[in-house]
């Protein structure tokens, strides 16, 4: 019988974070039937950012990939608006993660993989999902990458 959601959280030594503060005109997330649809989460840390700048010039291949796997964590965090407990995704269907980033940098699928697979030790099958990566001039707030999620719920 597979692991519930928490304990597994629990084994990896994660905590879902408090939900972030929406900083402009939108919700943490939607609801509609059995599909949640978060907004775009920054990978924020008590309402603040550990890095900031692109990901090519001032911040690594690494520490982006660590800011992705924060970003997930956030979005999660927001998913459970909706729902009891993680127990209750069906799927993660989907990932969108945008990277800001020199014009030069080409490894955007490498930075959303910190997310990809941090999920899939969540959530394992579960947690396969469709995603897309890509690169942009900048972000809100100076961050080097923001994700949005979209998951199946019961």
């Known amino acids: ?5 928490t304990e597994q959280l629990n084994a990896l030594g994660i ?11 939108y919700i943490p997330s939607k609801r509609s039937g059995n ?11 008590a309402g603040k950012l550990s890095k900031t700048g692109k ?10 990939q660590a800011e992705a796997k924060q970003c997930l964590l956030n979005a999660l965090s927001t998913v459970l608006l909706h729902i ?14 945008y990277v800001a ?3 030069n940098f080409t490894e955007q699928h490498l930075v959303a993989n910190g997310a990809s697979e941090l999920v899939v ?7 396969k999902h469709a995603r897309f990566a890509i690169g942009v001039s900048s972000l809100p707030l100076d961050a080097c990458v923001e994700l949005e999620m979209t998951v199946e719920v019961e």
Do not use: H, R
Not at 35 to 45: N, R
């Open 55 to 64: 990901v090519g010039k001032n911040i690594t291949l690494s520490e982006a």
């Open 84 to 97: 009891n407990s993680l127990d209750q995704v069906k799927s993660v269907v989907k990932l969108g993660v």
């Open 15 to 25: 905590q879902i974070p408090p939900v972030p503060q929406a900083l402009a005109a």
């Open 101 to 103: 980033c020199t014009e």
């Open 121 to 127: 030790q969540i959530f394992g099958d579960k947690g």
């Open 35 to 45: 599909i949640i649809f978060t907004s775009g989460q920054l990978p924020l840390v």
């Open 1 to 5: 019988m597979p692991m519930a959601i």
